[in-house]
């Protein structure tokens, strides 16, 4: 349940409103009053056939996921060949079928794959694949192939579509220093943070007074009508610090509300992933979280790497959906995992891989159909070198914003594309 | 407003170079600096400051080193213990012993430069050298010895202002680079492609400029461009020919059995080469996106002094577009332009780098450890509701020696700003206080009234002349809104 705010805060926030006069620019007015009427918030709620309670959670696995290594099609020759350094034995393979199956270090995805709790779409691409990566996460993040301007990113144009609780700048929260395009919006909404205690603005020790100074800073940083010559850049900054002070406090008091004891492994994942948890227990009102792996780039000395980030991946996301079913929440979030391209089919000389093109993403939560969808790229009839998609990774976007967040796809991807059946 | 322009800029009665102009260039080209800094630049003229700025040479550099002598020896006895056998625990003994060495020298490597960037008299340089690391990149963990990002920065130092075709080789054969891009173990039959991809894209041409088949080409010819270690616990170049694959290569569309050198020759004869370097330079100083011909001018400019830097700073430096208000006050400082430019206007001592160097992290630049091959953000990409707060927690960091998610060991390498001689003694107004503060702080910013009056409410004033005892609290709580406004975050 999510829960409106209290008559005190409603009466703190709304005296802001009013004293910031009639000079507030209009996305504040609206920012501010989405954020304190809880009346609003019920209406777009109740709108008739909107999945408004859900939640999706990306992981961005950035570098290039070795998807042949995490994924393995270990009954096929070719890839024995292709990997004489760097395949998994056939007898470490954790077996979902009679020809595919997880890294071992997936032990703890594989069983919630055996649970149903996972979908594994295999062969993601897209038409012409580009293998730099900065241009194939751009092509990822905006879903935009054919590279035309595309300012915004999927999930930001998902946010202007006007999802429930679109207007407040927490609709989708990044975990990290900066906002991904992928949740860039014309409407600006979308907030970055590292972790709750550093998400706030101190007044003065001695100064003259926290509450002036607070007054002062909104003075100072309230968006308002520009002086002669000023950059834009100056409304933008002044817009961005306004959503951050208005969801910090936001952010600190859903979680001071968490008291989930599941432990999450040391890492950086597990860190993202707990405080995302964090979040949802306090029902912030957010649509969509971003976490960060980094790592993958393997072009060397690629089986300890890579081992390890699997594990990470696994162990992060098993604790995460832990807590979320100690929360009750656990059929209220997807998660997905994604890289901007899988890896040469063959091996180089430094124990790694170069940069690929199609590879499995992986999908995870307790309100989909698990299972393998898709299939195995020939590992034999290659582009130069590298697998043929068989899935547009626009048809995965497509599923997930009309199934899971009640979206129209075809209006935010440009065009219709095949669902893939995993919900 | 005229058309940009890289004609040099002549000062008129309506366009004269000013003090606001002297901070912009000294913003821009080198790292900040206090008023008096600006005035000295300012008396020089125009060609005076550029001048000056370029020529650094003629000042002495800071000559505090890192001292690598104990890692080095931890690497010898590696070598040692790995041909005479020894015990499992002996090895992984010594191995503990290397993690914990490389954690704290890259610490030590980043504290220095960080101390370097606010003490330098050789600002443009540094920048440089900053400027470098964020396009040829290298760094931590990929590259785990952190002598090798210490070398790589003295080369950045060595040719700050030199010839970029010639760095691009020397960086090909810099141990940073071949261990951050893989090249160490591009081996002849089954090459690596990591460096010769990054080559093309990232370093010189830029997509659209080469095809797949090249980068596999160009691998091709760096095989067996490697390292090698030294009984000294050092590592340095190495060609081996043994791992060199001799054969002919097709490369955009030249063939011959071309080397890791030929394939520079043949980058720098294509002419998105000439472009690439001024194009990554106009964005990083003058404004993002330029116009086409002024790239083009550039270019020919470029190619005509063979790819030397410094006339095309100097060039760039001189120019109309430079100083037109289109350039100026539009850039978002990096966190560490912000950083080091605050201590540098402020005069705080580099003895306080530990800190500095952790808020500029906090704000997403963690100098030596870039996010990837493609360097920093730029523009509004650094500004997000995380690293905003950041930014202007950093004003308590300055004011108060106090900053969320600072941990307090670090804090005790600070003391809050020392305010004596911010101020003017002959300062007697709420507006001459701010006035001098901004003169400081936001050199050529237009500050609406409605706006100052919450500085001079901060002095406990409610009109510009109302008269004020500037004592070092209140100073301290204006210069602190002051870092918490957006103008402060662009320069």
Redesign the interface.
């Given at each position: 349940m999510r829960q409106g705010m209290t008559r005190r805060e409603f009466v703190k926030k709304g005296l802001t409103i009013v004293a910031m006069g009639a000079t507030a620019p209009s996305f504040l007015a609206r920012t501010a009053l989405a954020l304190n009427n809880p009346w609003d918030l019920a209406q777009v709620q109740s709108r008739p056939g909107v999945p408004d309670e859900r939640i999706l959670v990306v992981i961005q696995m950035?570098?290039g996921n070795d998807g042949l290594n995490t994924v393995i099609p270990f009954s096929d020759d070719a890839y024995y060949r292709a990997r004489p350094t760097l395949a998994v034995p056939a007898k470490d393979v954790l077996r979902l079928t009679d020809t595919t199956g997880f890294h071992p270090s997936l032990a703890a995805l594989r069983d919630l794959y055996d649970r149903g709790a996972v979908a594994v779409i295999q062969g993601v691409g897209y038409p012409n694949p580009?293998?730099?990566?900065?241009?194939s996460m751009e092509i990822w993040q905006t879903a935009d192939p054919e590279g035309r301007v595309v300012r915004y990113g999927w999930i930001g144009r998902y946010f202007d579509s006007k999802c429930p609780v679109c207007e407040q700048?927490t609709v989708g929260v990044?975990v990290?220093?900066?906002?991904p395009l992928a949740m860039q919006a014309s409407s600006g909404q979308g907030?970055?943070?590292?972790?709750p205690?550093?998400?706030?603005?101190?007044?003065?020790?001695?100064?003259?007074g926290a509450q002036?100074?607070w007054d002062?800073?909104r003075?100072?940083?309230t968006p308002g009508p520009s002086?002669s010559?000023?950059?834009d850049?100056?409304d933008?900054?002044?817009h961005?610090?306004m959503?951050?002070?208005l969801?910090?406090e936001r952010v600190r008091e859903a979680v001071g509300k968490y008291r989930g004891g599941v432990e999450y492994p040391n890492s950086r994942l597990g860190a993202s992933l707990k405080l995302i948890s964090q979040m949802i227990a306090g029902n912030l009102p957010t649509k969509v979280y971003y976490a960060h792996m980094?790592g993958f780039?393997t072009?060397?000395a690629q089986r300890g790497a890579h081992q390890a980030l699997l594990r990470e991946l696994a162990d992060a996301v098993a604790a995460f959906l832990r807590d979320l079913e100690e929360q009750g929440n656990a059929s209220r979030v997807l998660g997905l995992a994604f890289s901007e391209f899988g890896r040469r089919v063959a091996?180089?000389?430094?124990?790694?891989t170069?940069?690929g093109t199609a590879a499995p993403l992986l999908l995870f939560s307790r309100g989909l159909k698990g299972g393998l969808y898709g299939q195995q790229p020939s590992l034999t009839d290659l582009a130069?070198g590298d697998l043929k998609h068989a899935i547009d990774f626009r048809s995965v976007y497509a599923t997930v914003l009309e199934r899971w967040l009640g979206a129209d796809p075809a209006a935010i991807l440009g065009a219709p594309f095949e669902r893939v059946p995993f919900m | 407003m005229a058309e940009p322009s890289l004609r040099a800029f002549r000062p008129s009665a309506a366009n004269p170079w000013d003090a606001a102009k002297a901070a912009h260039l000294l913003q821009r080209a080198g790292l900040g600096g206090p008023p008096e800094e600006v005035q000295r630049l300012l008396a020089l003229g125009v060609e005076g400051a550029v001048d000056e700025l370029l020529n650094y040479e003629r000042l002495p550099d800071l000559s505090e080193a890192v001292d690598f002598s104990e890692l080095r020896q931890a690497y010898a006895d590696a070598f040692a213990l790995r041909r005479s056998g020894g015990s499992e625990q002996a090895r992984r003994d010594l191995q503990n012993r290397i993690n914990r060495l490389q954690r704290e020298k890259l610490q030590e490597v980043r504290l220095w430069w960080m101390a370097r960037l606010v003490a330098t008299p050789r600002p443009l340089q540094e920048k440089m050298v900053l400027f470098w690391h964020g396009l040829l990149v290298s760094g931590f963990p990929d590259v785990q010895n952190p002598e090798f990002l210490y070398i790589q920065n003295h080369l950045f130092r060595r040719r700050a202002t030199g010839n970029f075709k010639q760095l691009i080789l020397e960086v090909s054969r810099d141990p940073a680079m071949l261990t951050y891009?893989?090249n160490n173990?591009?081996?002849k039959?089954?090459?690596?492609?990591?460096y010769a991809?990054e080559l093309l894209?990232l370093f010189t041409l830029g997509?659209g400029h080469y095809t797949?088949q090249d980068i596999k080409e160009a691998a091709r010819a760096f095989t067996g461009w490697t390292l090698r270690p030294t009984p000294t616990g050092e590592f340095e170049f190495f060609f081996n020919a043994t791992q060199h694959d001799d054969g002919p290569k097709t490369f955009l569309g030249r063939r011959g059995t071309f080397d890791g050198a030929d394939i520079i020759d043949i980058i720098f004869e294509q002419p998105a080469a000439a472009r690439w370097l001024p194009r990554r330079l106009f964005e990083d100083l003058v404004y993002l996106q330029p116009e086409d011909h002024l790239v083009d001018e550039l270019a020919r400019i470029f190619r005509r002094e063979n790819f030397e830097v410094r006339p095309l700073l100097r060039a760039l430096l001189s120019s109309e577009v430079f100083y037109s208000?289109r350039a100026r006050?539009?850039q978002?400082k990096s966190p560490v332009q912000l950083v080091v430019g605050t201590a540098r206007a402020l005069r705080i001592p580099p003895a306080a780098a530990p800190p500095l160097l952790l808020a500029a992290d906090?704000?997403?630049q963690m100098l030596l450890v870039p996010?990837?091959?493609?360097g920093w953000?730029k523009g509004?990409?650094w500004?997000?509701?995380?690293?905003?707060?950041?930014r202007?927690?950093f004003g308590?960091l300055i004011?108060?020696a106090?900053m969320?998610?600072l941990p307090p060991r670090l804090l005790e390498a600070i003391r809050p700003v020392e305010v004596a001689g911010l101020v003017p003694s002959t300062a007697r107004t709420a507006g001459e206080v701010i006035a001098a503060l901004l003169d400081r702080l936001l050199p050529g910013a237009?500050?609406?009234q409605?706006?100052q009056?919450?500085?001079w409410?901060?002095l406990?004033a409610n009109r510009a002349a109302d008269p004020v005892e500037a004592t070092p609290?209140?100073v301290?709580?204006v210069l602190?809104?002051l870092m918490?406004?957006?103008?402060y975050?662009?320069t």
């Open positions: 950035g570098g580009s293998r730099s990566h900065f241009r700048p990044n990290g220093p900066s906002l907030i970055a943070l590292q972790t205690q550093t998400f706030q603005w101190m007044p003065s020790l001695r100064g003259i002036e100074e002062l800073f003075l100072l940083n002086a010559g000023e950059p850049t100056i933008f900054l002044r961005t610090a959503n951050a002070v969801s910090s980094t780039d072009h060397a091996e180089n000389g430094s124990g790694g170069d940069h130069d | 891009l893989d173990s591009n081996r039959g089954k090459p690596n492609e990591n991809r894209e997509v797949e208000s006050r539009s978002v906090r704000m997403g996010p990837n091959v493609g953000p509004r990409s500004i997000t509701t995380a690293t905003i707060l950041e202007y927690n308590s004011t108060e106090r969320p998610g237009v500050i609406d409605k706006r009056f919450a500085l409410r901060a406990g609290q209140r301290r709580s602190h809104l918490s406004m957006p103008e975050q662009l």
